[in-house]
């Protein structure tokens, strides 16, 4: 390959340029004797020789879910709202500690938990069996809502009555960011969980769940009613104040995750729709009453040295 590379530049080059290449050639096969010669020369100085792994300091490791299909922006915000708790105390999550940790913040991941995991408003998901929940000790900050709560000690763990997922502080921790209610210009949002996302193709003020955090929660603060088959969309509607309603699509998603949800914001129940057309009629669910208080004072700081 490499001569007939040559005899096509010296096809095409002039004297001068047949001895650039020349030199270049030369240059190169002198480099490579060189690298394979120190090679040569490690591996018979010490051929048990194994390199050191990289420096890995022990860190909190926030876990949330993360699709195989993209990103989706509740589950991402996980990682927005943790780490804006931590910098308004002057903490970080990459500092370095003693020993290293795992978080669990928002999202139906408690089956992904391990012995020791910190929970700060993580929630069971409905659908995955009991015995895939292989943990027998947790360190529980908060949970989403009382159904968590109550799978969790019947499993002999201690659970505070500290409710409410994470999400829902993102108008507290982040509200000057977003318009305020005089600026909602959208009558109705709609946003889909991942599965309901190609149910609403066509249909107007649909709000994508794998669109940047940033945009999905401006979108959503725009509107003057969230229709949601998304937990997700529910919880940054509440978070702002805006009236939703909860619209099933499909039995992908089992209801218990968003009556957890719903009954540990204060509602009494959890109020379905099943088409677009008995959403927009359809009154809003009960006002939201989340103690967000108590839910930011469970944030655990005692994981930082700061």
Not at 88 to 110: K, N, Q, T
Not at 139 to 146: F, L, Q
Not at 241 to 263: A, F, H, M, Q, W
């Amino acid at each position: 390959m490499l001569h007939r590379f040559r005899w096509r530049v010296w096809q095409r080059a002039s004297p001068r340029e047949e001895v650039f290449v020349l030199l270049e050639e030369a240059a190169v096969a002198q480099g490579v004797r060189k690298i394979v010669r120190k090679v040569r020369g490690l591996a018979r100085r010490d051929r048990g020789y194994v390199p050191p792994p990289p420096f890995q300091p022990n860190t909190i490791e926030l876990f949330y879910w993360k699709s195989p299909l993209g990103v989706n922006f509740g589950d991402y915000l996980s990682s927005v709202i943790v780490n804006k708790m931590a910098a308004d105390a002057g903490c970080f999550l990459d500092e370095e500690r003693p020993r290293p940790v795992r978080l669990l913040g928002i999202g139906s991941i408690l089956h992904f938990a391990r012995n020791g995991d910190v929970v700060w408003g993580s929630g069971i998901n409905g659908k995955i069996r009991d015995e895939r929940h292989v943990f027998s000790s947790l360190d529980v900050r908060a949970v989403r809502g009382p159904l968590t709560r109550d799978f969790l000690m019947r499993r002999g763990i201690d659970v505070p009555e500290v409710f409410g997922d994470p999400g829902i502080l993102v108008a507290d921790l982040l509200g000057s960011r977003f318009p305020k209610p005089a600026e909602r210009k959208t009558p109705v949002a709609f946003v889909p969980n991942l599965h309901d996302l190609p149910k609403m193709g066509g249909w107007e003020n649909v709000v994508s769940p794998l669109d940047h955090w940033a945009s999905v929660v401006r979108r959503i603060s725009e509107a003057s009613h969230v229709i949601s088959s998304s937990l997700h969309g529910l919880v940054i509607a509440d978070a702002f104040g805006i009236p939703c309603t909860y619209l099933r699509l499909s039995e992908e998603e089992n209801t218990l995750k968003y009556e957890d949800y719903v009954l540990g914001v204060g509602r009494a129940r959890l109020d379905i729709t099943r088409s677009r057309e008995e959403a927009v009629r359809a009154s809003p669910m009960g006002t939201a009453r989340p103690d967000l208080a108590r839910l930011k004072a469970s944030f655990p700081y005692d994981l930082w040295d700061c």
